[in-house]
């Protein structure tokens, strides 16, 4: 079983609809939470970064982590064209190795 | 300038062939990465290097080696190619301290025929 599992899409949604991106995880020494965002042919980019549980917002957009759930998402509001991408969230333990592990991806389609 | 550059973006090999994919940075971070991305599975590590002489394998380190030439380049290699490592390959860097952003290049498509 994977450390990390990302719900799978691919999503399709209505320009300014709210859109709801999830994944839940295994270990429990994870301490912080990232969102990646990925263009077509780029490399990710840091969207969203989060330090144990809690939410952080960001404009249009807000990171959750439930810890107690293993759970985290990403929730864009009033969501645009330009928001269509793959999304990836990331988790890493408190250590200074840097290394994080990433979930499977999700794709978005935001339709106009 | 990107801050994170790879060369070549997109190469064709045939199997058992060696091939070299290069990395440079200008951020001046100390750690760099090698992943590969295939549909469905993420991305996954390859390689990681906190300086020039501290070399760690990652999850999927077989039929691959890297070389960290100077704290700006680190290579990676695919000493006999096989087409199961048709993949998009990433570099990416990350400064010291415990905030985990990493900074990724624009990647290498790389089909192995």
């Known amino acids: 079983q994977k450390e990390v599992e990302q719900d799978p899409g691919p999503l399709s949604v209505p320009e300014g609809a709210i859109v709801s991106l999830n994944c839940t995880y295994s270990n429990s020494a994870f301490q912080y939470f990232m969102w990646y965002r990925q263009y077509s042919r780029k490399g990710p980019e840091l969207l969203m970064y989060t330090y144990s549980s809690g939410n952080k917002e960001d404009g249009r957009f807000t990171a959750q982590v439930d810890k107690s759930s293993k759970y985290i998402s990403l929730f864009i509001r009033d969501s645009q064209p330009s928001d269509s991408a793959t999304y990836l969230c990331?988790?890493?333990?408190?250590?200074?190795?840097?290394?994080?592990?990433f979930g499977d991806g999700t794709t978005l389609t935001v339709k106009p | 300038d990107a801050d994170v550059t790879q060369t070549p973006r997109n190469r064709i090999t045939k199997t058992g062939k060696r091939i070299m994919l290069e990395c440079s940075q200008t951020k001046g971070h100390d750690r760099m990465y090698w992943y590969r991305q295939d549909p469905g599975l993420g991305l996954r590590l390859i390689y990681y290097?906190?300086?020039?002489?501290?070399?760690n394998k990652g999850e999927i380190s077989d039929g691959y080696s890297v070389s960290r030439q100077a704290q700006a380049k680190f290579s990676l290699s695919l000493e006999s190619a096989i087409p199961n490592q048709t993949a998009l390959y990433f570099c990416?860097?990350?400064?010291?301290?415990?905030?985990?952003?990493?900074?990724f290049g624009p990647g290498t498509r790389l089909t192995v025929l």
């Open positions: 990331a988790m890493s333990a408190n250590t200074n190795a840097g290394k994080s592990t």
């Open positions: 290097s906190f300086d020039v002489k501290d070399i």
């Open positions: 990416a860097t990350r400064g010291q301290g415990l905030h985990n952003e990493q900074f």
